[in-house]
């Protein structure tokens, strides 16, 4: 599987220049089944798989790139996604994210700013962790009430239940699907943390971690588990299927991740306003 034909992150309008097209910005999975080698030619990066055609991927057209174990490298296509400020996450033998490549923001963002002088206080993290809360609170009332309104009313002890589990117990619903489907949340997640201006993780004091990217990937998974009730099981262990639900769903979950951060920054700007 290399790039997706699916719906992608829209560009605003300053950045398209108005109405002017530009070419839409679309994920690239390189699984390495068979050895794979990343160049670069040109403007483009050079992928070359062993007994297979060599393909091209223009870097203009990429928005995050998952790099399986057996892919290759050359440096200058790592500096050229650098410079095209396209995130790449690597994944382990077992296919599960085990770093990235995350080009440093231009200039720190509000945003990072707040977060790390949050952290700079002994109980930052519990209160970010209630923003976490509500945020996953907001998630369930939001598919409630669109239920309701989709003549599909919820039953009370399910919606109690719901509730118990995802947000005063924190767990995460789970779809039993392939690493890359896994991968390629978490690689959305990681682009939409970087849109935002923040970094994909923060060290509170202690060493204890607030893993932002790792939160947002969490959230995309109640929003998909809520979104597909009921229907997901069938696609469960089918890599290609899950994929296809991640990029249907892809503007949506984009827009939860900014509305998300976004009253995350207005929630820590209030409390520090009032802490100084």
């Not at 994920?27 to 062993?50: F, I, W």
């Not at 390629?184 to 971690?209: D, E, H, M, S, T």
Request: glycine letters at 8%.
């Amino acid at each position: 599987m290399s790039l997706c034909a699916a719906r992608s992150e829209k560009p605003s309008r300053a950045q398209t220049g108005g109405n002017v097209p530009t070419p839409r910005r679309l994920p690239l999975y390189l699984p390495g089944r068979v050895a794979t080698r990343v160049g670069l030619d040109g403007p483009a990066l050079l992928v070359q798989r062993a007994h297979q055609a060599d393909n091209r991927y223009p870097l203009g057209r990429l928005s995050r790139i998952v790099s399986g174990l057996n892919v290759t490298w050359q440096a200058q296509a790592l500096r050229a996604c650098i410079d095209e400020r396209i995130p790449i996450l690597f994944l382990a033998a077992d296919g599960q994210p085990s770093a990235y490549l995350y080009p440093v923001q231009r200039a720190p963002s509000r945003l990072d700013a707040l977060i790390e002088e949050l952290l700079d206080r002994p109980d930052g993290l519990v209160y970010y962790a209630q923003w976490l809360r509500a945020e996953r609170m907001r998630i369930l009332h939001a598919w409630k009430q669109a239920s309701w309104a989709r003549d599909r009313p919820i039953d009370v002890q399910e919606y109690g239940e719901l509730v118990r589990r995802y947000v005063y117990l924190g767990e995460t619903p789970m779809f039993v699907a392939g690493p890359i489907y896994d991968s390629a949340l978490y690689a959305y997640a990681l682009r939409n943390v970087q849109n935002a201006g923040a970094k994909p993780i923060y060290w509170g004091l202690g060493g204890k971690p607030l893993n932002l990217t790792a939160d947002i990937t969490d959230l995309f998974r109640l929003v998909l588990a809520l979104e597909l009730r009921g229907l997901a099981e069938r696609w469960h262990g089918d890599d290609k299927a899950m994929l296809t639900v991640l990029h249907t769903h892809g503007p949506n979950l984009g827009e939860h991740a900014h509305a998300a951060l976004a009253r995350l920054h207005r929630r820590l700007k209030q409390l520090l306003e009032e802490w100084r």
